[in-house]
C-alpha cells in the first residue's frame, strides 16, 4: 500500500550509462545484484575525496564517525562486467555492494555465473499495477494575518506554532546552512510556482537526481513532492512559510507513482547514498512501504523489527552516517493494516504521526508498536489540514503523515541550526526530550509533539569541543587537553576505517593535559581519537604528517 510519505564519479558514470541505454529494458524484471567483495577497486578509505564530498566528509569528522569499507563504492571491476551482460545496469549500491540491472532470462543466467555475485533478488517484474493514489486537497480560504517577529506565517503558522518553531524563527534560526535531502515521488512543477521563488532566487535548490527515469524532468512528475517541500521551504507572505525557508534542498526521485513494487526501496536506498554523498544533514522521506503489487513482496508484521525490510536497512545505514532521517509513520490508521509502514520501524530514524490543529490524533495515522516491541512513532506534528503549496500554482491545505514529516524535518534544521555542536543522535533525542509525552509514551502519538524552544535553550551539550589536541598536524607526538585536572582516561587512535591502532589509559595533570607519544612509522593520514574519561566518550580528528 501505497504511503507518500563532487568527485563521485561512480554515481555520475551510472547515470550517463542509464540515460544512454535503450528504453525497452522496462518491460522486462530487473533484480539486485549482490557481489561478495569490494575487491578490485581503485577505491580507498584512505582517500575518501575520491568518492565523499568535502561536505559529507566533514559531516562525519564533526560527529566522530569513521570512514568505513561501507562507504567505499562498488568494485569498477564487478560493474563493468556485469554492464557486459545485463540490458542495463540501473545504480549501484554501496552500502547494499551490489547493483540494480535489468535482465532477460538469458542474461540472468550468465551474471548468475559471475564468480563475484553472491545473491539475486527479483525486486520488478511487469505486473498490473494499482491505481495510483490521490492526495485530495483543498484550495486555502480566507486567511487572517498572523504575523510574529515580523514573519506573516497567515493560516500556516498554526503548525509551525504548535512546536513553537516561530520563537526559533524569531531568533534567527530558519535552516541556514543544513542541507535537507528530499526523498520522494515528483517535483512537479517546483521550478514555476512562487512559493518556491525565495529558494529558486538565493541558490536553495541544490540541485535535482532520479533515480526512477533519470531521463525524465523531475519537475515534470508527480505532484507529492512539490507539496511536502513547501512545508519546510515554501515562502509565500501571509499564506504559507515552511519550517526551514531558508535551508538548501535536495530533491531526489525515488518513488515510482504509478506502480508500487520494491524496487522502490532499492531506489530509496541510492537516494540516501546519494544524499550522504553530497553531504546531506537531514533526509526527509514521506514514502512509506507494506504491500506491494506483487504479493510475494509483500511486508508482514513481523518484518517491521527495525532490520529487515531493505529500505529500512538503507535508513539505518544513513542515519549511521550522520544524518537525522525524518520519516513518515504512515496513513493506515483506519486500515485493518493500522501499524506503521517502513522505513518507519527503524530504530535510526524519527518516525513522524499526525494531529490536527487542535493536538488531538488525526485518525488516518498508522500505531505502533513495531514487532519488537518499539514505541512508534516517536513524535508527532500537524498532518491535518496542513498548509502547503500545491502543484497547480495554489495554495491550500491536506492531510497526511507525509505532510507532518516535512514540518518536523524543518524544525530539526533549525534546532541543529541553533546547536550545532550536537551529533544527529543528539538532535534526534533531544526532539523526543522537549515532547509533551516524553514521560508517558505511546504507540499512538509516540513521545507527543516537540517544544522546539524548549529543545534550543536544552543545556545539552557536546563537549569534544571542549578538547584540545596538538600540535594537529601531528609528527610523533600528541598533547590532549581534556578541560579536567587529575581524570583517567582511556585513549584509542583508529583509522578511519576503524581499525584500532593504539590504546592507552592515562592520567591528566594538574592542568588537565596528556601526552601521547606516536610512532614515526604510523603512515600519514586521518585518524580518529576516541576519549573517555568521567563516564563519556569523546572523539577528536586528527591528521598524521
Sequence with gaps: MKNYQNHLRSILLLFIISGLLPLRASAQAKYFIAFTDKQNSTYSVDNPNEFLSARAIERRAKQGIAISTDDLPVSPAYVNQVAQSATMVHYSLRWFNGVVATLTPEQLTSVQGLPFVKKITKIYEPAKTESD????????????????????????????????GHLLHANGYL????????????????????????????????????????????????????????????????QLIGTAPRANYWLIRTEDAATEQIIEEYNWAAGAEFA??????????????????????????????GNTAPVTLAANMAASKGMVVVVSAGNDGNAPWHYISVPADSPNVLTVGAVDNKRVKADFSSFGPTADGRIK????????????????????????????????????????????????????????SSSSSYASPNNSTGYGIPDFAQASTSSITDDRNSIELWPNPFTSKIN???????????????????????????????TGHVEINISEELPKGIYLLSIDFSGSRYYVTGIKQ
Excluded at 194 to 204: I, K, V, Y
Design 377 to 432: 512513532p516517536d513524535v508527532c506534528a500537524m498532518g491535518k489540514g496542513t498548509v502547503l503549496a500545491i502543484a497547480t500554482g495554489t495554495t491550500g491545505t491536506s492531510n497526511g503523515t507525509s505532510f507532518s514529516s516535512p514540518l518536523m524535518a524543518g524544525m530539526v534544521a533549525c534546532l541543529w541550526q541553533a546547536k550545532p555542536s550536537l551529533t544527529a543522535q543528539q538532535i534526534v533525542e533531544l526532539v523526543k
Design 133 to 164: 493514489d490521490k492526495t485530495e486537497w483543498q484550495p486555502l480560504g480566507p486567511t487572517e494575518k498572523r504575523e510574529f517577529a515580523g514573519l506573516n506565517y497567515g493560516t500556516s503558522y498554526t503548525q509551525i506554532a504548535m512546536m513553537n
Design 480 to 510: 590532549i587537553l581534556l578541560g579536567k585536572s587529575f581524570i583517567p582516561a582511556n585513549i584509542s587512535i583508529f583509522t578511519t576505517n576503524g581499525q584500532l591502532i593504539l590504546t592507552m589509559n592515562a592520567f591528566s595533570d594538574g
Design 276 to 305: 550522504d554523498s553530497v553531504g546531506a544533514d537531514i533526509i526527509n522521506s514521506s514514502l512509506g512501504y507494506t504491500t506491494f503489487d506483487v504479493a510475494s513482496q509483500n511486508h508482514t508484521y513481523q518484518d517491521l523489527n
Design 175 to 238: 535552516g541556514q546552512e543544513k542541507v535537507i535531502a528530499v526523498l520522494d515521488a515528483g517535483f512537479l512543477n517546483v521550478n514555476t510556482h512562487n512559493a518556491f521563488d525565495s529558494l529558486w532566487q538565493r541558490g536553495r535548490i541544490l540541485g535535482a537526481r532520479d533515480f526512477v527515469n533519470p531521463q525524465s524532468d523531475i519537475y515534470k512528475e508527480h505532484y507529492h513532492g512539490t507539496m511536502v517541500l513547501s512545508a519546510m521551504g515554501g515562502y509565500i507572505d501571509g
